[in-house]
């Protein structure tokens, strides 16, 4: 197979190539197979296809490119660089999986600017992909006009065998087709390995049926090796489908041009070695010397920059005439896309006072997000099938369905870890949109990738997570989290609020609002909560205060979190009844209150206050920070029960009582 005479098309792909085995043999590390394999595909739709500018990475209507096989993401690294990128160099890809490299493992969102979202563990990246089309359909539905389409991109994505094989990407691809996104195209790299070997050890089903049954059109080229006319041709016939999302299979071969790794599970993820990597340059008949790419080749790719810049300057004059046009549309679509949220949106934030009805914190969600649907238009999201339930439901915005993609409730069906990943899509679309996502707490278990992944790539999702204890009842310890919020709690970047009353349920909002960088987990009771006197939502954003105090230096501290603030506070009546001294704090938010400056906590938790006591019905990992060795946690460290939501209160000590023999306890 040696090269003689080659095409520049050939020159471009080898460059990709050969970028990819330099930088992995640089670092010893990486995998070089995938990018070997896929650089035709990947340089017929960059080349030819894929709408971006490479000086203006963040321009709002591009096209939105999903590295989901993202351990191969030095083919994306290659391809940023040989585009024009400024942030990648030929010194960043000689800086692969460097300390501080702008070209780290995988991709990453939050580090290489032109990145769109953070994939790696695979089959978020997919998902992502469907997020990324849900948020084109939702903008360009709302805000398209018969004579401007202010709003037009696709969303292309490559997978691998390993997508196709986590349940993940089957959740969201069966959504996608069920929504008919016929702006999503995802180009399945088909090359039958896997680190085990051949992926007739695990994986023979057929994919393309797969997809069909989802709703998919599904397209093959046979050679993606060297077919660039057919791969040009599938993605044309992608484009031209509006009703159903496309995946095209194409066959390729994993470290292609390796005369002695080629399709093989060696070159999935190692470097090929000096003897193999010169093998493969007289192979493909590469006679440069490690990362250098011929002057007509980089000209080639930095054709780019300039089809980039004119797109861009043609949609911005398509945006002053839309402005012009269609005023009061583009001042909503103008602020969305800045990310600015609508002066003074908190106000419509809900109230509340020791006087209102006592009731479930997910109930007082729910009026808080009907509340703030109106003044903020960026904000959509939906449940996995528990909307009744989650009380996540915007009344009078209809439901996102297939041609009714301006509607804002979003209808996941019983796919948890799918919706987080789709959530992360729509937050790394842009700043136009703010995302929830809902379930059960206790099934933050089945998404746990997606929030963590929320977290690492500062997508501020909304996680609206209800049944927040064994308080729920009668469904058991199936449905009780118990670890769920100690685990969530540990995850960096995540804010996890537990809010006791209506105002703190508010002020969880607000704090999940204005955190655009940050995702933000609401842990929601079933049962009814009194409205607490002392609680506010300023106090509350800071994610600890004091709620009641005595009138002398405390001489006990009640901490508590959601459901069990209450309890602290009558524990604290009759405590200070009997001479004691005693504050109670409430705090919705470790996160938010270890933010706070060391005057402010010091004002809330004194450090010579040694005796405190914490009640929060879950586990009591990580309390003693809070408490410490004088202190005691009332907590739950086993599994629950199923039974009357306040005989289960009961049975695990979340009574007044236990708090009171606790307290004197510690106070002895």
């Known amino acids: 197979m040696v090269a003689t005479t080659q095409s520049l098309e050939e020159l471009c792909i080898n460059a990709i190539r050969f970028l990819a085995i330099d930088a992995v043999e640089k670092a010893k590390s990486g995998h070089p197979g995938l990018p070997m394999g896929a650089a035709p595909m990947a340089f017929v739709l960059w080349d030819r296809f894929l709408r971006f500018n490479p000086k203006n990475p963040k321009w709002f209507d591009r096209d939105r490119f999903v590295l989901s096989a993202g351990h191969g993401c030095m083919l994306q690294y290659a391809l940023m660089y040989l585009t024009g990128y400024d942030t990648v160099s030929l010194e960043d890809i000689k800086q692969f999986r460097q300390w501080e490299s702008q070209t780290p493992g995988h991709p990453e969102n939050f580090i290489t600017e032109g990145v769109e979202v953070t994939t790696g563990p695979l089959g978020q990246g997919i998902c ?16 398209n006009k018969p004579n401007c389409k202010i709003v037009d991109h696709y969303t292309y994505a490559i997978l691998g065998d390993g997508c196709n094989m986590e349940g993940i990407s089957g959740e969201a691809c069966s959504l996608a087709g069920h929504l008919g996104l016929g702006k999503l195209i995802a180009l399945y790299d088909d090359n039958h390995i896997s680190i085990d070997g051949s992926t007739d050890l695990a994986f023979t089903e057929d994919v393309g049926k797969r997809f069909e049954a989802y709703g998919w059109q599904v397209l093959h080229v046979e050679n993606g090796n060297t077919d660039l006319p057919a791969i040009e041709q599938a993605i044309a016939t992608a484009k031209a489908e509006n009703d159903k999302p ?6 390729t071969t994993i470290g292609y041009g390796s005369p002695n790794k080629a399709n ?14 010169q093998a493969t340059r007289e192979n493909l008949g590469w006679s440069h010397p490690p990362f250098e790419i011929p002057e007509d080749v980089l000209s080639h790719f930095r054709e780019a920059v300039d089809r980039g810049a004119s797109a861009e300057t043609e949609w911005s004059q398509l945006w002053v005439r839309y402005q012009s046009e269609y005023a009061e549309d583009a001042a909503v679509l103008g602020g969305m896309m800045q990310g600015k949220l609508p002066e003074g949106w908190d106000k419509a934030l809900p109230t509340y006072t020791p006087d209102d009805k006592a009731d479930a914190t997910r109930n007082q969600s729910g009026a808080t997000l009907n509340a703030i649907a109106g003044v903020l238009p960026g904000l959509i999201g939906g449940s996995a099938d528990l909307a009744p339930s989650n009380k996540t439901l915007l009344k009078g915005f209809g439901d996102f369905q297939k041609g009714q993609y301006e509607n804002r409730n979003l209808r996941f069906g019983v796919r948890e870890h799918g919706m987080g990943a789709i959530c992360n899509g729509i937050a790394l679309h842009g700043p136009e949109l703010i995302p929830y996502g809902a379930t059960f707490l206790v099934f933050t278990d089945y998404m746990r990738g997606a929030i963590r992944l929320s977290a690492l790539s500062h997508a501020g ?17 199936t449905h009780q989290p118990v670890e769920h919020v100690a685990s969530l709690r540990v995850i960096p970047q995540l804010t996890v609020m537990r809010p006791a009353d209506g105002n703190e349920t508010s002020a969880a909002y607000k704090v999940a609002v204005e955190n655009r960088k940050v995702p933000t987990l609401l842990a929601l009771s079933r049962q009814k909560l009194p409205n607490l006197a002392g609680s506010s939502i300023e106090k509350a954003v800071k994610g600890g205060y004091v709620l009641s105090d005595s009138d002398g230096t405390p001489e006990l501290i009640l901490i508590g979190t959601g459901s069990e603030v209450s309890l602290c506070v009558e524990a604290a009546e009759q405590l200070r009844a009997s001479g004691i001294q005693v504050r109670v704090v409430s705090l919705p938010s470790w996160e938010l209150f270890d933010a706070q400056d060391e005057a402010y906590r010091e004002s809330v938790l004194p ?3 040694t005796k405190r006591v914490a009640v929060e019905a879950g586990s009591s990992f990580g309390w003693y920070r809070y408490v410490g060795a004088e202190g005691a946690v009332i907590g739950v460290d086993e599994f629950g029960a199923s039974a009357p939501g306040d005989l289960v ?5 979340f009574t007044v009582e236990r708090v009171l023999k606790t307290a004197k306890a510690v106070l002895s």
């Open 128 to 143: 992502n992909a469907v997020g990324l089309a849900m948020a084109e359909a939702h903008l360009a539905a709302r805000f």
């Open 246 to 251: 496309t995946l095209i299979k194409v066959t």
């Open 264 to 277: 093989s599970h060696d070159v999935h993820g190692a470097a090929l070695g000096a003897d193999e990597v």
């Open 461 to 477: 999702v909304i996680w609206v997570m209800t049944h927040d204890s064994v308080g729920l009842g009668e469904d058991g310890p």
């Open 607 to 609: 450090k010579a206050v």
């Open 649 to 653: 209160m009961e049975k695990y000590g």
